[in-house]
């Protein structure tokens, strides 16, 4: 006997698809609905006011942790500026890291704090800290094209025998650069002529080497006679980062001598500086290193000892390694480049607060 028509059986089969269809519905408008929530929170976190509330906010620990994964930050760098930003209640540091004026009033007082603890070891991690900051930003600022070095920069060409040439730009224009030439550079013999390719470098107003290459339209001569060289844009603009700290010149006396390498028993090895001492200019200086002018005609891959004394520091001791030696064929002057292998926390301290005028 077959069963009558409308039976429950047959009512809940008849209802299943609308209930599927209807429950489809509801999950559309509600994945609608969250849609257009997501969208909503988007468009007010794009908007002026959020993100100056962003700014300001006090830094928290997700956003040194963020911070850190953006520029690299080593785990005691992250330590470090967390612990900055609680103490001196900095602002949000996701956006403040390359304010640098205002990241570096709290750099200083931290240093004058921990000066004032003799705590070497925490300064020279501040130190290291700020290094890697600047470092960062500066690549984030870096000059793209010949078309963007201002006007009064000097271009260096490096000639054979340890030799430079120094060309100021007077003109910076659309399709060309326009150099003021040393006083008879025309007749040198590193002169390059018209179509000739040349490699220079120049420093930036953040004090970062690059190194531009380009060609040479002509030669020619300005109001006065001034001799100018004319060269053509160029986009192969590269920084230069090969150093681990900050470099700056110094220009002053200092003095230096071989030294005398003893191994004791547990193979340690010590340096003391040689009777005869000899007098040079210091150069330059950063933490890791200097650069010394001599007339001696020292070669590379010599230990030294240099007593250096910087301006407003007190005098200090290190061993260096001399990485490079260049000498200028019309001055004589040997040029050494060393790197520091042996000196005191407190002395290489010194020399990343006279790089960083703290």
Not at 164 to 191: G, V
Not at 198 to 209: A, Y
Not at 351 to 357: E, G, K, L, S
Request: overall charge positive.
């Amino acid at each position: 006997m077959n069963s009558a028509t409308g039976s429950p059986v047959a009512a809940r089969q008849t209802a299943l698809p609308y209930t599927v269809m209807a429950a489809a519905l509801i999950g559309i408008g509600v994945l609608f609905l969250l849609w257009l929530l997501w969208r909503l929170l988007q468009k007010r976190k794009e908007s002026p006011e959020y993100i100056e509330a962003q700014k300001m906010r006090p830094t928290s620990l997700p956003d040194i942790q963020a911070l850190a994964k953006k520029i690299n930050l080593a785990r005691s760098e992250s330590l470090k500026l967390y612990n900055l930003c609680l103490h001196y209640k900095i602002r949000n540091i996701l956006y403040s890291w390359n304010e640098f004026e205002y990241i570096d009033s709290f750099l200083r007082e931290e240093f004058s704090r921990l000066r004032q603890k003799n705590s070497e070891d925490e300064i020279f991690e501040l130190f290291k800290l700020r290094t890697h900051l600047e470092k960062i930003s500066n690549m984030q600022k870096s000059i793209p094209s010949s078309h963007n070095i201002p006007e009064g920069s000097t271009l260096t060409l490096p000639a054979s025998g340890g030799r430079f040439f120094n060309f100021k730009i007077l003109k910076n224009e659309q399709d060309s650069i326009t150099l003021e030439a040393p006083k008879d550079f025309e007749q040198n013999e590193a002169c390059p002529k018209a179509l000739d390719k040349i490699v220079m470098t120049f420093l930036s107003k953040t004090n970062v080497q690059y190194v531009l290459s380009t060609r040479v339209i002509r030669f020619q001569h300005g109001p006065g006679g001034i001799s100018e060289m004319v060269i053509r844009h160029s986009n192969a603009v590269s920084m230069q980062n090969r150093r681990q700290y900050k470099r700056v010149n110094v220009n002053a006396n200092c003095v230096f001598s071989a030294v005398e390498e003893t191994t004791n028993k547990r193979g340690e090895v010590s340096y003391s500086p040689k009777e005869n001492k000899y007098e040079a200019l210091l150069a330059d200086v950063s933490a890791g290193g200097c650069m010394i002018q001599t007339k001696l005609p020292i070669k590379r891959d010599q230990k030294l000892w240099i007593k250096l004394s910087l301006p407003e520091r007190e005098e200090f001791e290190a061993i260096a390694l001399i990485v490079s030696a260049q000498k200028n064929n019309e001055t004589g002057i040997f040029s050494l480049h060393c790197a520091f292998i042996e000196i005191s926390p407190a002395s290489r301290n010194d020399i990343f607060a006279y790089v960083f005028n703290y």
